[in-house]
């Protein structure tokens, strides 16, 4: 199982694409504080999204919070500044993806003490940087194609 950090997400549209993506591959969904927006029952149900179930969401109150709560071996940070292409990255089985927050990325702390960790998804120089639900799929589904995507349907259904 793969498990997707957010750091501070600010876009609800983004979460709930990432959470879609946590449910279709079986990754598991960690949300660090502040969020920006509500994540309650309600809110999820009158946003209509109705693969939340599947989802295992854990919250957080910073990365002090979960970095007490989670035994980490493996992590992967991703950002813009990173040395490396995630390409290069070998996942393993159980790793964290750190994403950070759409208008900032992780913090510059944090990536400069993980430096060895970070990597980045090659894109031309004058764009800023990919929508953080896309970049979250392409990492996961890397990693995913690295481990043979265990318990995944390699297989389409046609209907007749």
């Known amino acids: ?17 990432i959470a879609r993506t946590c449910a279709a591959t079986g990754a598991r969904l960690h ?15 009158r946003a209509g999204l109705d693969y939340w179930h599947m989802v295992e969401v854990l919250e957080y109150e910073d990365l002090q919070d979960f970095f007490r709560k989670n035994e980490v071996r493996q992590m ?12 290069e990255a070998e996942f393993q089985d159980g790793c964290y ?17 993980h430096y060895e960790q970070c990597l980045r998804i090659p894109m031309r120089p004058e764009a800023r940087s990919l929508n953080l639900s896309n970049a979250v799929a392409i990492t996961v589904y890397e990693a995913l194609r690295q481990l043979s995507f265990p318990s995944l349907q390699d297989f389409g259904r046609m209907r007749k």
């Open 76 to 87: 992967w940070c991703l950002s813009t500044k990173a040395p490396r292409s995630y390409t």
């Open 1 to 17: 199982m793969l498990n997707i950090v957010l750091v501070e997400p600010e876009i609800p549209q983004n979460c709930g694409n």
């Open 31 to 45: 949300l660090i504080r502040p969020l920006g927006f509500d994540i309650s029952e309600k809110a999820v149900r």
């Open 97 to 113: 993806l750190f994403f950070g927050k759409e208008t900032k990325g992780l913090p510059e702390s944090f990536l400069a003490s």
